[in-house]
């Protein structure tokens, strides 16, 4: 499972030492649980965004918004 993270509406230049995770399927219920040590977010500033990974048989890649 791979998480994109996105500072600022850019993704370059942010990088991570170790990312983590696993989901749940109950019904139309996921259940997200992950981790991630960020290293650095570049010269990136704004707001954080995180992308999740699209289930294959879902057509909706859910994005959760962090905040400043």
């Known amino acids: 499972m791979k998480l994109v993270f996105i ?13 983590t995770g696993t ?9 997200w649980s992950f981790s991630i040590n960020l290293t650095s977010k570049g010269s990136n500033t704004g707001n954080v965004t995180i992308i999740l990974p699209q289930i294959s ?3 909706v ?8």
């Open 57 to 59: 048989s879902r057509a």
């Open 7 to 19: 500072i600022g509406g850019v993704q370059t230049g942010i990088t991570y030492s170790n990312q």
């Open 23 to 31: 989901y749940t399927i109950i019904g139309k219920v996921v259940i």
């Open 61 to 68: 890649q859910p994005t959760i918004n962090v905040g400043a």
